[in-house]
């Protein structure tokens, strides 16, 4: 190709980009726009996201979470007062005075991350002395947490050892002693009795150990009754 074939075609293409251009200015004359008007709109459209549900949905960035759950949600036939769900109260409230029940959410651990990744001392060597005394630091916190847990042992045993005498001498006084007239009563009645009578209800009144773990734990229930009402009373007297 001649350099004058060359120059012919680079005109031909010079006059189609004329032409090309002048239609695109009658286009946006009749839509009352200008160059200017639709950079500004170019700019708007790159900071917009195309809803998967509807091409024709250009939403923000910051929006496009929430127009996404409500466009599925009219994408399978739900309304979005149908499909609007109030949110679970927490329970939060019916733990909050238990010592063993943590409260986690979102918010709370993501403090705590960053509050531990701000304070975090991992690739920094502690000194000899740095390391003395974190170690004296907490062995003090063991040494007082110890004392003061054998401490209030201490005092639950002498406080138990008290309310026990306590409990004790109230039974004796609840059972009390057989009078003369009951004494004589029980011995009249065993003496009307016939010898063969007697002899048998020996070998009836023998004892199995099933009935003597029987016996057993009803003594230990009539003795824990007596302590419960032992705690009502001084708690009454209170």
């Known amino acids: 190709m001649s350099f ?5 075609l680079i005109q031909s293409y010079e006059n189609q980009i004329d032409e090309y251009e002048k239609k695109f200015e009658e286009l946006l004359t009749e839509l009352s726009w200008d160059f200017e008007t639709l950079k500004i709109r170019k700019q708007e459209t790159d900071g ?4 998967p549900f509807n091409a024709a949905h250009k939403v923000p960035v910051k929006s496009y979470e929430r127009h996404h759950k409500s466009c599925e949600l009219k994408q ?18 019916f733990y909050q005075n238990s010592p063993v029940v943590l409260s986690l959410n979102k ?7 960053a509050d531990g990744s701000a304070n975090s001392s991992v690739g920094q060597g502690l000194t000899v002395s740095q390391r003395l005394e974190e170690y004296e630091k907490e062995m003090a916190a063991f040494n ?6 054998k401490q209030q042992r201490r005092d639950d045993y002498q406080n138990f050892d008290e309310i026990w005498e306590a409990v004790q001498k109230k039974k004796g006084e609840n059972q009390g002693y057989k009078s003369r007239a009951e ?16 002899a048998k209800n020996i070998k009836i009144t023998q004892r199995t150990p099933t009935q003597v773990h029987r016996d057993l734990i009803a003594a ?9 009402e032992f705690e009502m009373e001084s708690q009454s007297g209170y």
Request: aromatic share 10%; net charge positive.
């Open 183 to 198: 004494l004589l009563a029980e011995q009249r009645d065993y003496k009307r009795r016939r010898k063969s009578y007697r």
């Open 4 to 8: 004058t074939e060359r120059q012919e």
């Open 76 to 93: 399978y036939g739900i309304t979005s007062e149908r499909g609007r769900r109030k949110q679970v109260p927490s329970s939060a409230f």
């Open 220 to 228: 230990y229930m009539e003795d824990f009754k007596l302590l419960k």
């Open 48 to 51: 917009l996201m195309t809803c």
């Open 144 to 149: 007082r947490i110890r004392s003061e847990r």
């Open 107 to 113: 918010e709370e651990l993501q403090k705590t991350a």
